[in-house]
């Protein structure tokens, strides 16, 4: 089991350019999420999928769409990037179902500079 | 609005000295509280969740302790390999966490 993977590692972007990063579990998880990391801000959650076919903004989604691409697979886009999404990247998934509080299990994480 | 606060930010130790972090929480209908070790450069590492007030869980030498308005994370004798970032969440039940900002342990030799 790889758990949760994300790629790219590093990417540096220039204002205006788009890319997605991708994120894929192994776990057979039904809810995966997109947050992003800045220094003392903590972790802030970006947009989610609680299933299949399903997503929904959380609390920073401007600038940023999702596609949830099958049961192991959620993507983040960022269409036009700009300095402020400079960031750490982390793509999480849970619940196997068994209970209300599944424990989020976190990939590696994406490191973003935006120039 | 929900809150979670982490204190202190940053707290330096030496080998041995135990002491204690805090999480406390403002949140309505709490279904469970979260902590995650995160090592620099690395995603969050689950360490224990906790879903009730006078619920205590142990790792070694974590101990996470909950009440009805904040966690506790005890840590006895540490290690250097202690050293990490340690974050806390809380769950109300939507499918959302919601994060503090992290307290930033080292442990010196």
């Known amino acids: 089991n790889a758990g949760v993977t994300q790629t790219p590692k590093f990417q540096v972007l220039k204002t205006g350019q788009s890319m997605t990063l991708q994120c894929a579990q192994d776990m057979n998880h039904n809810s995966m999420y997109w947050y992003r990391q800045d220094p003392g801000m903590g972790l802030r959650l970006i947009y989610y999928s609680a299933s299949e076919g399903t997503t929904d903004k959380g609390e920073v989604p401007n600038g940023y769409n999702v596609s949830r691409l099958n049961k192991r697979e959620f993507s983040l886009r960022l269409e036009s990037a700009a300095p402020s999404q400079t960031s750490v990247y982390f793509c999480?998934?849970?619940?196997?179902?068994?209970?209300?509080?599944?424990?989020?299990?976190f990939g590696p994480g994406t490191r973003l500079t935006v120039l | 609005e929900d809150q979670v606060t982490q204190s202190p930010e940053a707290l330096r130790l030496q080998e041995g000295e135990s002491s204690s972090l805090n999480c406390s929480y403002t949140v309505s209908g709490l279904r469970g509280l979260f902590w995650y070790r995160q090592d620099p450069g690395k995603g969050p590492e689950f360490l224990f969740t906790?879903?009730?007030a006078g619920e205590e869980k142990e790792k070694e030498r974590l101990k996470a302790t909950l009440t009805k308005k904040e966690s506790f994370l005890h840590i006895t004798a540490p290690k250097p390999e202690d050293s990490a970032t340690y974050l806390c969440?809380?769950?109300?039940?939507?499918?959302?966490?919601?994060f503090g900002q992290g307290t930033r342990l080292t442990i010196n030799p």
């Open positions: 969440a809380v769950y109300r039940g939507d499918q959302k966490l919601v």
């Open positions: 906790l879903y009730s």
């Open positions: 999480a998934s849970t619940g196997t179902g068994t209970s209300v509080t599944d424990t989020q299990y």
